[in-house]
């Protein structure tokens, strides 16, 4: 290699990828799209250390996605003086998390745990896929890759197309949307607007999404696809038991150490909430789960404001409707001596 | 500490920095001594221990072995070390293993026993290191190099980062004369040795792991039979990742090696274009294959005797490379494979020394005989190389399949939907990843065949520089976009 020909071959490989770079973020800025975080293991991992150690007064929140949209974090802690620790993972059911705290001796603290049915009760080992590598990352995390994921999150705050779910090369790869040969299980690529993540993993749904009726009709559809067409009949009998065992199990444990827990169940609506309360009738699979493990509830459909309250697509709440569920599951947690503090901070 | 990883990014610009300033040459090489405890330690701290016990053993135990003339001694003192070297990799590596397989065995006996399972953490890279310093006691014995004087030159090349946990896997006569005099590298090594790194990155993270690995996890995930062209991309997939994967680790190695004024040893010489076994291990891993060639294949007696124990020798060599590799039966399997290609490559080859064709008959009569049974272009050299090399990258493939392979069943669930033998294979792949793996897989066999007998440096030598900086470009603008998909190498579990 003659020396300059690799020294000027470099400088131009710098240029270009940094004027691609620039481009790239501008072009999706110009589109709308601002920095948000990856909503993944590493980001979990963070959070999942301050449910130990919260600055101050703390809940902890896991479920699936419904809680990461419905609680707005800055409107919880700016009610209740005290923080939210959101460690649910989207499209995942909650036993894991809720048994890794159960197991941790070191968690005394205050937890909500948001029931989906579909997922809560669902037998589907995908279910909990996420659930155990984010459990396993926690535990197993290196010092390099804590310093890998604080100069990650560094990165994501400020540009925009780090956030893998909408721009990797994957995702755009998959957006193709080939059609595939029968039988051959492949997941939907959300509308970009869909998920947009805080770096406290509240999640919401951005603005371009809500005012579009082609992602909204394409996210319905998903959700028939994923959550109302699995052909699995609801879980009964013995299996039900393990599960309300094990739910027991693990509460008692978090209770035996002072700590709080209570189940709570968010907002659904139109076809969605029809097809859940068919198939997990609230008497057996909600009534029957809280009596049977000793735990107390909150159920969207008992308060006046958050029984009416729309999901956009079915499914989740829209940043708008979270503030005011959020508030009303404060005013709920408050009647149930919730918080340390019995201020209300209006 | 990984090399697709932010903190790499960070660690690597701290010391090349403090590598570039004016400082003393024995100052530096503490740095260097430093940053690779670091680069190790953040990983999991205690196992630095390892490293300093297995430095110290072998310092102290080399020069013994070098200077004591009584052969009863020495021979102690090589015992020492291999049982304490290959005690701990026993341990680490294989403790699991051989419980697992003496729990079988006793049950096969009659014996109800059933211990606690041990919960073992493997230090990576073990393997990797231990048979780098075995090398240095191994050449201490024989008398092959001096041993070395200074325990911070030791201590570097035992621990030297770039090639650590992955290799490639060093000669003490490669890299400790290295230490003696103080390195940097100029303009145009440093920015070669960027190229390199990009280009290791480009393979790991983009190829290996954004394009290939979903669909040979896919695949060799599958609970069920899959459907033919489903196991056979799997396999292709995987076959592309794993050299993507550790030849991009190695690439990695030797450019971050380079940028800091250091050569290493290739360790990949496009192995898909091999036209035979023999030429495969010349090619694929080249390191290891040298190492067991000279310490273990050569030792063993290697082609000196009969040509009975020239097999038994390669099926030995083979078996332990296999198990090199990883503590599990499959492994072994895969080692048995190449073990026995390699001794029919030899069996044929010996027998094409003495063709029946010209011994007995004159040019002219050969060439009707020829004829009369194939084509004459069959007999021509490019048809045969050709021909060597898609059989060799043919049976590569099937013997990935006992790598990748889970257990025994999936490697039997596998090979049954790829020769066709099972019925109702299921189709698991979507569209996209059969075109990633088709495609990637097309590329990569025409590179390797287009490379087979060249390098990236004289390719480099001959493009144009604009080119050369619009290829650089592309590769670091695709690593940019695989983003978060990249993963730890396959590599670090051996």
Redesign the interface.
């Known amino acids: 290699?003659?020396?300059?020909?690799?020294?000027?071959?470099?400088?131009?490989?710098?240029v270009?990828?940094l004027l691609?770079?620039a481009a790239w973020e501008l072009f999706w800025r110009s589109k709308g799209f601002l920095p948000t975080y990856?909503d993944?293991r590493a980001l979990w991992a963070a959070e999942r250390k301050e449910a130990l150690q919260p600055a101050r007064d703390a809940t902890v929140f896991i479920g699936s996605s419904r809680i990461k949209f419905d609680l707005d974090i800055p409107e919880w802690e700016r009610k209740t003086g005290e923080d939210a620790v959101q460690l649910s993972l989207v499209g995942t059911s909650p036993l894991l998390l809720l048994q890794d705290l159960g197991n941790d001796t070191a968690f005394r603290g205050k937890l909500v745990v948001d029931v989906t049915e579909v997922l809560f009760y669902g037998q589907n080992p995908a279910f909990h896929l996420s659930a155990n590598e984010a459990v396993s990352y926690y535990q197993k995390q290196?010092?390099?890759?804590k310093?890998?994921d604080q100069?990650?999150f560094a990165?994501e705050a400020n540009l925009a197309f780090?956030e893998?779910r909408r721009?990797?090369?994957?995702t755009?790869?998959?957006s193709?949307a080939?059609?595939?040969?029968?039988?051959?299980m492949?997941l939907p690529v959300f509308p970009k607007g869909f998920e947009w993540t805080t770096g406290d993993r509240q999640t919401y749904m951005a603005d371009m999404f809500l005012q579009s009726k082609e992602d909204i009709a394409f996210q319905t559809n998903v959700w028939k696809m994923l959550l109302m067409g699995d052909p699995t009949p609801p879980v009964e009998g013995e299996v039900l038991a393990k599960i309300f065992q094990e739910i027991k199990t693990a509460t008692d444990k978090i209770k035996a150490r002072g700590g709080r827990v209570i189940f709570v169940r968010t907002p659904s609506s139109g076809p969605l909430y029809e097809f859940e309360a068919a198939k997990y009738p609230r008497e057996k699979y909600w009534d029957g789960m809280l009596r049977s493990t000793q735990n107390e509830g909150i159920h969207f459909a008992d308060n006046q404001t958050t029984g009416g309250m729309i999901c956009p697509e079915w499914s989740h709440l829209s940043r708008t409707d979270a503030t005011i569920y959020t508030r009303e599951l404060i005013a709920e947690l408050r009647k149930k001596d919730w918080f340390s503090s019995s201020i209300t901070i209006p | 500490m990984l090399f697709n990883s932010y903190s790499f990014v960070l660690f690597i610009a701290i010391v090349v920095g403090l590598h570039y300033m004016q400082l003393p040459w024995k100052l530096k090489k503490i740095n260097l001594l430093l940053a690779s405890y670091l680069f190790y330690a953040v990983w999991n701290p205690p196992f630095v221990l390892l490293l300093w016990a297995s430095t110290a053993l072998d310092f102290f135990v080399g020069r013994k072995l070098y200077v004591t003339r009584k052969r009863h001694q020495r021979k102690v003192l090589l015992a020492l070390s291999l049982a304490l070297n290959l005690g701990m990799l026993a341990f680490f590596k294989y403790g699991n293993f051989l419980l697992q397989n003496f729990v079988t065995l006793v049950s096969w006996l009659g014996f109800d026993y059933q211990p606690a399972a041990p919960d073992i953490i493997l230090p990576v890279g073990i393997s990797f290191y231990t048979f780098q310093t075995l090398s240095y006691t191994l050449d201490m014995y024989r008398r092959r190099s001096r041993p070395e004087t200074s325990l911070l030159d030791f201590s570097l090349f035992v621990t030297f980062f770039p090639q650590l946990v992955a290799g490639p896997i060093v000669r003490p006569t490669e890299l400790l004369p290295q230490f003696k005099t103080p390195r940097q590298a100029n303009a145009a090594q440093f920015t070669k040795g960027l190229l390199l790194l990009s280009l290791g990155l480009f393979m790991k993270v983009v190829l290996a792991d954004a394009l290939l690995s979903g669909a040979a996890d896919t695949v060799f995930n599958a609970q069920q039979s899959v459907a033919m062209i489903d196991a056979w991309l799997g396999v292709l997939a995987f076959s592309g990742q794993i050299f993507f994967d550790f030849a991009g680790y190695s690439t990695c190695a030797i450019g971050v090696a380079a940028c800091l004024g250091f050569h290493l040893p290739e360790n990949f010489r496009y192995p898909y274009a091999a036209s035979g076994f023999s030429d495969f291990w010349r090619r694929w891993h080249i390191t290891l294959s040298s190492w067991l060639k000279d310490y273990l294949y050569i030792a063993l007696g290697g082609n000196r005797k009969t040509e009975g124990r020239t097999y038994i020798n390669l099926m030995i060599t083979m078996l332990l490379g296999g198990l090199w590799h990883g503590a599990s039966w499959t492994f072994v399997v895969w080692g048995a494979l190449h073990g026995s290609f390699l001794v029919l490559e030899r069996i044929i080859r010996k027998m094409q020394r003495q063709p029946a064709i010209t011994k007995e008959m004159n040019a002219g009569e050969a060439v009707v005989a020829r004829a009369s049974l194939l084509p004459a272009f069959v007999y021509g050299k490019r048809f045969r190389l050709v021909f060597s090399m898609l059989l060799t990258f043919f049976l590569v493939n099937i013997t990935w399949v006992f790598f990748r392979a889970a257990d025994f069943a999936t490697a039997g669930r596998m090979l049954a939907s790829m020769f066709g033998i099972t019925e109702n294979g299921i189709a698991v792949l979507p569209t996209i990843d059969m075109i990633k793996v088709a495609v990637v897989t097309v590329l990569l066999v025409a590179t390797h065949w287009a490379m087979r007998n060249s390098s990236v440096s004289e390719v480099v030598a001959k493009a144009r520089w604009w080119k050369v900086g619009i290829g650089w470009a592309l590769m670091l603008i695709l690593i940019v976009l695989s983003q978060k998909s990249s993963d730890s190498f396959i590599y670090f579990q051996f």
């Open positions: 290699m003659q020396p300059t020909k690799t020294v000027k071959a470099g400088v131009l490989a710098l270009l990828t691609f770079i990856n993944d290196t010092p390099s890759e310093l890998s100069l990650g990165l780090l893998e721009f990797s090369l994957n755009l790869l998959e193709l080939l059609p595939n040969r029968p039988g051959v492949a």
